[in-house]
């Protein structure tokens, strides 16, 4: 997004509205940017994410409620890796777990 609003004339306005943020954010990023901050040589981008509908149980079997600590949350990695978390796990140990994880 910075180097799409560095493109040309007033192009930092437009990107924002496109991605809807605030013109203010987009400049600071802009100005970490050319201050060598934000590195594009940095390997990050979004992961895409999909959820899929739980499969249809048959009429025999019910599955008995999980407990939210029996909840599992799988992230696969840019790498290549797979990561299985419980969902009660703390956000910022994952924080601290993902670029290790996804190093090459």
Same mark, same amino acid.
């Given at each position: 997004?910075?180097?799409?609003?560095?493109?040309?004339?007033?192009?930092?306005?437009?990107?924002?509205?496109?991605?809807?943020?605030?013109?203010?954010?987009?400049?600071?990023?802009?100005?970490?940017? !050319? /201050?060598?901050?934000?590195? *594009?040589?940095?390997?990050?981008?979004?992961?895409?994410?999909? +959820?899929?509908? $739980? @499969?249809?149980?048959?009429?025999?079997?019910?599955?008995?409620? !999980? /407990?939210?600590?029996?909840? *599992?949350?799988?992230?696969?990695?840019?790498?290549?890796?797979? +990561?299985?978390? $419980? @969902?009660?796990?703390?956000?910022?140990?994952?924080?601290?777990?993902?670029?290790?994880?996804?190093?090459?």
């Amino acid at each position: 997004m910075v180097e799409e609003s560095l493109q040309g004339f007033r192009q930092g306005s437009a990107t924002a509205r496109r991605y809807g943020l605030s013109r203010s954010l987009l400049t600071t990023w802009r100005r970490q940017y !050319r /201050s060598g901050l934000l590195s *594009a040589s940095v390997s990050t981008g979004f992961v895409p994410l999909s +959820l899929s509908p $739980p @499969a249809a149980a048959s009429c025999d079997m019910t599955a008995p409620p !999980r /407990s939210e600590d029996d909840k *599992a949350i799988e992230i696969g990695l840019p790498n290549g890796r797979r +990561l299985t978390i $419980p @969902a009660s796990l703390d956000p910022t140990i994952l924080a601290r777990l993902l670029p290790v994880l996804d190093a090459p």
